[in-house]
C-alpha cells in the first residue's frame, strides 16, 4: 500500500468511526426541492437557504408551477440570499428545462443535470450523489480545502474538477456519496477557512498542513 492509499484509508477510516450516516444539511423532499435548495445554495449557507425554501415550495412546489412564474416573482421569495437576479432567472429557467426536456421528473445523470440553466458540474454531483446515491463527487469550496490541506490530492489539483478526478481515483464507488458530506462538514465545522480548529481534528497526526504549520514552529 502506497503512503497515499495509506491516508486515504486513515482519513476514510476516521470519518466511518466517528460520522457514520452523514448527511446534507439542506432540508428537502423531493429531488426537485433539493435541486431548487442547491441552485440557491451558491455562496449562500445552507441555513439562509432553510430559511427561504419553506415558503418559495410552498408558492412553486412542483417544476410545473415554477416553470409558470416569472424572475420577478420567484426574485420575491429568494431576495435575501447571495445574487437573488441571477438564481431567480435561473430556477424559473430550470424548471421550464425540466417540463421541456424530461416531463417534469429531475433527471439522473450529471449530463443530462447540467443542461439545465444554473446547474454545474457542482450542483449537477450533488443532486446525483444525494438522491440517486451515484459515485459523484461534487467539489465546494469546503472540500477542495480539506482535500488539499489533508494532503489528498496533490499541487496539480488546481481546479474543482482535477480535485474532483483526484478523490473518485482513490475513493470507492460506494463511499463516493459519503465521502462527499464527510468532506463538507469536516470543512464547515472543524477545517475552517479561517483559523481551522486543528486541536479539536482528530486527522492532526496526519494531515499535511498541520505537520507543515508543526515544522515552523
Keep these: ?18 460520522r457514520p450516516t452523514p448527511k446534507t444539511e439542506l432540508v428537502y423532499g423531493n429531488a426537485y426541492e433539493l435541486l ?3 441552485i440557491l445554495s451558491a455562496q449562500c449557507t445552507d441555513k439562509r437557504v432553510n430559511s427561504i425554501t419553506p415558503a418559495l415550495l410552498q408558492r412553486y412546489p412542483s417544476p410545473a408551477a415554477m416553470a409558470q412564474a416569472s424572475p420577478e416573482e420567484v426574485f420575491s421569495y429568494i431576495s435575501s440570499c447571495s445574487y437573488p437576479n441571477n438564481k431567480a432567472k435561473h430556477l424559473v429557467g430550470m424548471a421550464q428545462g425540466l417540463m421541456r426536456d424530461f416531463g417534469g421528473e429531475v433527471p439522473s445523470s450529471v ?3 447540467m443542461t439545465l440553466p444554473g446547474v454545474g458540474r457542482k450542483t449537477a454531483n450533488v443532486i446525483a450523489s444525494v438522491v440517486f446515491e451515484q459515485p459523484a463527487m461534487a467539489v465546494d469550496t469546503h ?11 496533490d499541487a496539480t489539483a488546481k481546479t474543482p474538477l482535477a480535485v474532483e478526478q483526484q478523490l473518485v481515483q482513490r475513493i470507492a464507488p460506494e463511499l463516493i456519496p459519503q465521502a462527499h458530506h464527510w468532506l463538507i462538514l469536516h470543512g464547515r465545522y472543524v477545517c475552517t477557512a479561517r483559523k481551522p480548529h486543528c486541536s479539536q481534528c482528530g486527522l492532526n497526526d496526519r494531515c499535511k498542513a498541520h505537520k507543515t504549520i508543526k515544522d515552523k514552529q
Excluded at 1 to 18: C, E, I, K, N, P
Excluded at 143 to 153: E, K, T
Design 111 to 113: 449530463e443530462q443535470l
Design 1 to 18: 500500500m502506497s503512503q497515499l492509499d495509506d491516508l486515504y484509508a486513515h482519513v476514510l477510516g476516521y470519518f466511518q468511526r466517528t
Design 36 to 38: 431548487v435548495a442547491v
Design 143 to 153: 472540500v477542495f480545502r480539506v482535500a488539499h490541506r489533508i494532503g489528498l490530492v
